[in-house]
């Protein structure tokens, strides 16, 4: 999936069960847990690849 695929996954759900704010190694094990589980996960980063 493309980043504007992506995108306009996001523009139709409106309902999140997470949303982790920060990419860094504990936000992405925190969204990769909740997906896991079958929770609706929204992980929000500042840039396009994670810095730490």
Do not use: H, P, V
């Not at 980043?3 to 949303?19: G, H, Q, S």
């Not at 190694?25 to 396009?48: F, N, V």
């Amino acid at each position: 999936m493309n980043r504007n695929e992506m995108l306009a996954k996001l523009e139709l759900t409106k309902l999140w069960d997470f949303i982790i704010i920060g990419g860094g190694a504990t936000g992405i094990g925190c969204a990769i847990e909740a997906a896991s589980r079958g929770y609706k996960t929204l992980l929000l980063e500042q840039s396009d690849f994670a810095k730490g």
